[in-house]
């Protein structure tokens, strides 16, 4: 069965870096365009970054751009993000989640949580 | 940016009832709308995709449809289980935005 499990979060002081995981079982990672979401305490799902199955093509919301990085490792079935410049508003749950075709997350992870706090 | 303005933001019910949740596009986003079931610990659930199609293994008391800008998303008998939050999701264009959630309680 398909399975996404994150890591990596934690506790993090602002301006520090941090790199997630997510470790992908049950289906053929490589043929499948892959997302992170985050959401902060209280609020609703933020939509962070998407890469294309083949890692030709990257795109962020406005609100990283420049400061997180998402890549991924076909041959370890991982996705990654980089996360530089952290800040408080940064503080969240984050999830991975599988794009089926069209932008539809039909996968995700439970998630792995970061905070930002000096 | 695209807006989905999502209603309630809560809502209390009971087992057996039917419910409502409906999410307002600020564009005309055509079906691109996803609704998801969120909850606490667990890993989101796609319910609904493309405005209307129902996921595979989802039961067939949840449904959705489209109305212009307007898309809603219908729990019909409520279960134990549907309690939950829930969440529209444009895929439309970059930003993927989601609504603000509606947090289904029991009355």
């Known amino acids: 069965q398909v399975q996404l499990v994150e890591s990596g979060g934690g506790v993090v002081q602002p301006g520090r870096s941090l790199r997630l995981s997510c470790a992908a079982s049950g289906f053929t990672f490589s043929n499948y365009g892959m997302h992170w979401v985050r959401q902060a305490p209280g609020k609703g799902l933020e939509w962070v970054a998407v890469?294309?199955?083949?890692?030709?093509?990257?795109n962020y919301a406005d609100s990283v751009k420049g400061r997180f990085t998402i890549s991924r490792d076909n041959s370890k079935n991982t996705l990654y993000l980089q996360m530089n410049s952290l800040r408080s508003d940064d503080t969240a749950m984050y999830y991975c989640?599988?794009?089926?075709?069209?932008?539809?997350?039909?996968?995700w992870g439970q998630g792995t949580l970061v905070t930002v706090s000096s | 940016d695209i807006q989905m303005t999502q209603s309630p933001s809560s809502l209390s019910a009971s087992a057996g009832d039917r419910v409502t949740i409906t999410c307002r596009a600020s564009q005309s986003i055509s079906t691109y709308v996803n609704w998801y079931q969120e909850k606490p610990g667990k890993a989101p659930k796609l319910l609904i995709y493309a405005a209307s199609s129902l996921q595979s293994g989802v039961p067939s008391r949840f449904s959705a449809i489209r109305s212009g800008t307007d898309f809603t998303l219908t729990i019909n008998s409520l279960q134990p289980e549907d309690f939950a939050t829930y969440s529209c999701q444009q895929s439309y264009s970059i930003p993927y935005t989601f609504g603000q959630g509606t947090k289904l309680e029991i009355k």
């Open positions: 890469i294309s199955y083949d890692r030709n093509n990257e």
């Open positions: 989640a599988r794009d089926r075709g069209g932008r539809v997350f039909d996968y």
